[in-house]
């Protein structure tokens, strides 16, 4: 076997990692915390990335500022998530229930709409944050439907497979 290729390969892939952490280096060097403050929108998905990179605390920063600012929908589906989950934050699932809410009583042309009507379907549906609601469940999934969300489709499909196992 010649190992010269293997050698150059694991070579590339480790050069490939060194320049993968030295811009990730760069870019918390620049933190995410200068976009705390910012009154430009684009930080709201700025706010997604700095989450993914595990700053939770400026990406909370940021969610609860585009929240309280332009009352973003894809902020509050963030946040929510982040208090589900207990990611950089204390584990509240009543004030992730009430972002999800918030977001999902939104009108229906604002963006990310029938992603937080399907969000907050869930949650009606599984009780996290708030009362076990089916029936209002299943309104705001197939509102999330009709806004696109197949995902809700899925879920609906998943209730009615409960409920049917459960009059067997």
Request: charged content about 25%; glycine content about 8%; proline content about 2%.
């Amino acid at each position: 076997m010649n190992t010269v290729p293997a050698v150059r390969l694991v070579a590339a892939v480790l050069s490939g990692a060194l320049i993968f952490t030295s811009a990730a280096g760069r870019a918390d060097e620049l933190g995410y915390e200068a976009y705390i403050d910012s009154p430009k929108r684009i930080k709201c998905l700025y706010g997604y990335v700095t989450a993914k990179t595990g700053n939770f605390d400026a990406a909370r920063q940021i969610f609860e500022d585009c929240v309280r600012r332009w009352e973003d929908i894809y902020s509050m589906i963030s946040l929510a998530q982040m208090y589900e989950s207990g990611s950089g934050v204390d584990k509240d699932l009543e004030r992730a229930a009430a972002l999800l809410k918030r977001g999902a009583e939104q009108p229906d042309d604002a963006s990310y709409v029938s992603l937080a009507r399907y969000h907050w379907g869930v949650a009606l549906a599984e009780g996290r944050g708030v009362a076990i609601d089916r029936q209002a469940a299943r309104e705001w999934l197939m509102s999330a439907s009709k806004g696109g969300q197949t995902e809700a489709d899925d879920y609906l499909i998943h209730m009615d497979q409960q409920a049917d196992s459960v009059t067997r």
